[in-house]
């Protein structure tokens, strides 16, 4: 190969230098084109799951890269839809939760414990599927109570189910999602109340908030009562300022005082039934006995007959109507309320009992219940902005100089009088040291100055007269001693 390179001509190199680049060329870019291009099959996989899909894929002969720290399988671009398709269309206890698929196979030598077990956990991992179909949850378990029922023997406990959350990054649950999914556990397992189910997340954290008789639950609760019932009250009075008033010139404030005591009522009456003849009330006739007796006495003439007599007794059971009324109010209902709105804007006391009446028109306020609705008016023109304060401390700004007319304080009066004292010595105290500092001409005697001295000064009173500019230099004039 060497004697036949040297023996070729240089145009004869340059051609098999440049056919071997455009071979190597057309091989990288054959190569380029037909290369797998990888694309996401499954992301975001804990794993449980990622070792139970790539065990899939490795059944399928489907070649796959794992990335992302093995919670993202990559496989061809070509093959993604299907394969995804083939399998999602096998029962995988994705999740660690199966459905209802269990019952797929029956055994016929299953023991009905083992049917309730299988049915428990079917329950709970088609419950887990359907809230991981929100869109904020990353994770999910749940967790079912049931208790053990027989022919003769009834449920001793209540069910209960708890369920853990992990949520996705930089994702919260709103209050009413948490009760959406207590309600859906609800409806979903027989025989569980809502306030039964308890929601954490991943950090231990409850989301759920439990019966108002939970010790835990009640004060939290309640303070959530609070807050949404002042919140509620506050945004009707400020929408009636607003419209009133105008944007941004109101604000209002509710605080409401909740009676949270479960008071039960049972009251019990008695009806009497009116009579038929007019007369007074009875009650009604339920039963009815009459008796009668013969009595035989002997007869005091003596002649042997005896004097007959007869008695009848009437027994009559009556039975009064009763009417049992019982009443329960739930805990919440407003004790008191207490309103503040606060108006940018002056107004007369007609004005403020204007909307005094309307705020309290609009939160419900009673005078018998004992509310109160305070309206408080500040002008927002008599507050003046803070003024920058003055570097050398001598200039007052003229919005800090009381008017005539205001009703000042007397000791700011005082004060304000001080500073302008202390102003005025301070400004005649630089006066007098400007022109004590200031040069001096002293009066010079003109038998003093010399012959062009005098000739200089002459012309320049000259040209001061004559109005000219004085073009001519100063000259030194000697004091006189005195």
């Known amino acids: 190969m060497t004697q036949w390179w040297q023996g070729l001509q240089r145009q004869a190199r340059v051609g098999v230098g440049i056919g071997l680049v455009l071979l190597l060329a057309a091989g990288l870019g054959t190569w380029w084109l037909w290369r797998p291009e990888p694309a996401v099959l499954f992301a975001d996989l804990g794993p449980q799951d990622a070792a139970l899909l790539a065990a899939e894929l490795d059944k399928a002969k489907v070649p796959y890269t794992v990335a992302a720290g093995g919670t993202t399988l990559l496989v061809d671009r070509a093959q993604v839809h299907a394969t995804r398709l083939k399998l999602m269309g096998k029962d995988l206890p994705l999740h660690g939760a199966v459905g209802f698929e269990l019952f797929n196979n029956a055994d016929f030598g299953m023991t009905e414990f083992a049917q309730k077990i299988n049915y428990q956990r079917a329950l709970q991992g088609e419950l887990t599927r359907t809230i991981l179909s929100f869109p904020e949850v990353r994770q999910a378990r749940v967790h079912l109570a049931l208790p053990e029922q027989g022919l ?10 708890a369920v853990t959350l992990a949520l996705r990054q930089n994702q919260a649950l709103r209050g009413e999602q948490v009760t959406g999914i207590q ?10 109340a809502a306030h039964e189910v308890t929601i954490v997340d991943d950090h231990g954290v409850a989301l759920s908030r439990g019966a108002a008789t939970d010790s835990a639950a009640g004060p939290a609760a309640s303070l959530d009562l609070k807050r949404d019932i002042e919140s509620y009250l506050s945004r009707k009075a400020g929408a009636v300022l607003e419209r009133a ?13 909740l009676d949270m005591d479960q008071v039960r009522t049972t009251t019990e009456d008695v009806l009497p039934a009116p009579d038929g003849k007019g007369g007074p009330a009875t009650g009604v006739l339920v039963r009815e006995r009459e008796s009668t007796r013969d009595s035989a006495a002997p007869d005091g003439r003596g002649d042997g007959r005896s004097l007959r007599g007869s008695s009848m007794q009437r027994d009559a059971d009556y039975q009064a109507g009763r009417r049992l009324e019982q009443v329960v109010s739930q805990p919440g209902s407003v004790r008191r309320l207490h309103v503040v709105a606060v108006v940018r804007q002056a107004l ?10 309307l705020v309290g028109a609009a939160v419900g306020a009673s005078v018998e219940r004992g509310d109160t609705v305070l309206v408080q ?8 902005p803070p003024r920058t304060p003055d570097p050398a401390g001598l200039a007052l700004a003229a919005a800090d100089v009381p008017r005539s007319g205001d009703h000042a304080d007397p000791a700011v009066s005082m004060g304000w009088g001080a500073g302008v ?41 000259r040209a001061w007269l004559a109005g000219e500019p004085a ?3 100063a000259v030194a004039v000697p004091r006189s001693d005195p």
């Open 377 to 384: 008016a500040f002008d927002a023109a008599a507050i003046a």
């Open 245 to 257: 008033l105008g944007p941004g010139q109101a604000l209002a404030s509710v605080d409401a005082t």
């Open 471 to 473: 073009g001519a230099t």
């Open 152 to 161: 003769f023997k009834p449920a001793s406990a209540v069910p209960k189910a």
């Open 183 to 192: 309600r859906l556990l609800a409806a979903a397992v027989p025989g569980l």
């Open 348 to 357: 007369s006391q007609v004005q403020q009992d204007q909307v005094r009446q």
């Open 421 to 461: 004292a202390v102003t005025a010595a301070a400004l005649l105290a630089s006066v007098l040291l400007w022109m004590r500092r200031r040069p001096t001409v002293a009066a010079v005697d003109p038998r003093d100055l010399t012959e062009p001295q005098r000739q200089l000064a002459l012309g320049q009173v």
